[in-house]
């Protein structure tokens, strides 16, 4: 399992999708939810997640 790592997001309540009201906090919680998933696929690739 991977260590815990604390990301610091700049303004974590703004909405990035009105239609769903999707923050921008929920978007990181996810992206660590799937991380152990994803991070395998993503190694070696030139990517920027912004």
Do not use: F, N
Not at 8 to 36: C, F, M, N
């Amino acid at each position: 399992m991977a260590a815990a790592t604390k990301v610091l997001i700049s303004h974590p309540e703004r909405v990035i999708d009105p239609s769903s009201g999707l923050t921008k906090r929920d978007l990181g919680e996810y992206y660590a939810q799937v991380s152990l998933w994803l991070l395998p696929h993503l190694k070696d690739r030139p990517i920027a997640l912004v």
